[in-house]
């Protein structure tokens, strides 16, 4: 006769069979919602942006741009989702997304663009913000993806090398392109008073931007303005859940679009000298 199973051994062996199938399904699923977001938003990305063709390379040399500027179609947008306020992009990271703003900060932590289920989320701006980025500071939320999509990569701009190589982020929105040059990053406890989005006034503003410089990882030798605008770009970090990477950024200059004509046709409108040393 064959030998009885001896259940005790068994038992532990298909309990730890399932947990790891189990694991392997899970990871599996969040592997394809991975793939799904990352070829949902390329494929957004070819259909409605462009290179400003009208600008050669000399002369966004001239203006001190890391990149040629870019257009997006609105229109294609919208009729996809009415929520779109902007496009961001940093090239060099690998980020280039619609940023949308819903009724709170919650549906668009779980749904795409195409307002589709999915771990990716969407780039979105904070609720309480105006939604034309004319606020003191805007903020634009992004999940730090395992894959690096979203906004994973800005936690790399705590390496002195990426940073330098990656000072400035454009916005496009229905306006006109703005050009936003990066004057602090660093991790933030929740809570603390870099995450402030309303002022007293303009004191109150210029104190705050005094004090997110200080805590920059690096000095970036850039003292902005109290009447320029901030974006500020967020998202988790290894650090754990109670803390956030941050990178504010001021704007430096918004090229408008005349007539609602999506042309480069307008003169740079520059927004102070804010290139000033401490």
Not at 75 to 80: A, H, N, P, S, V
Not at 135 to 144: A, K, L, S
Not at 206 to 213: F, G, I, L
Not at 241 to 267: C, I
Request: aromatic share 14%.
């Amino acid at each position: 006769m064959g030998k009885r199973l001896d259940w005790k051994f068994v038992l532990p062996f298909l309990s730890a069979f399932a947990v790891f199938l189990f694991a392997a399904v899970r990871l599996g699923i969040i592997w394809w919602e991975y793939r799904e977001g990352s070829i949902e938003y390329r494929k957004l990305e070819e259909a409605v942006v462009s290179a400003v063709e009208q600008m050669d390379s000399r002369q966004a040399d001239s203006l001190g741009m890391q990149e040629k500027p870019f257009s997006v179609d609105f229109d294609k947008l919208r009729e996809i989702n009415p929520d779109v306020v902007g496009w961001i992009r940093m090239e060099k990271l690998g980020i280039s997304y619609p940023i949308v703003q819903g009724n709170d900060n919650e549906y668009y932590l779980s749904h795409t663009f195409y307002k589709e289920e999915n771990k990716c989320g969407s780039i979105f701006m904070e609720t309480e913000n105006s939604g034309d980025f004319n606020d003191c500071n805007t903020f634009v939320y992004g999940h730090n993806m395992k894959d690096k999509s979203m906004f994973a990569r800005l936690n790399e701009l705590q390496e002195e090398e990426t940073f330098r190589d990656n000072r400035e982020f454009y916005i496009d929105t229905p306006k006109g392109l703005q050009r936003y040059l990066i004057y602090s990053c660093h991790v933030a406890a929740l809570g603390a008073q870099a995450f402030r989005y309303q002022f007293e006034d303009k004191e109150d503003y210029a104190r705050w931007q005094q004090s997110v410089r200080q805590q920059s990882v690096y000095d970036a030798g850039i003292r902005p303005e109290p009447g320029q605008t901030t974006v500020t770009l967020m998202t988790c970090t290894p650090m754990g859940s109670d803390y956030r990477f941050l990178v504010h950024g001021v704007l430096m200059e918004e090229r408008k679009w005349a007539g609602g004509v999506r042309e480069d046709n307008v003169q740079a409108v520059r927004l102070g000298s804010i290139y000033n040393k401490m």
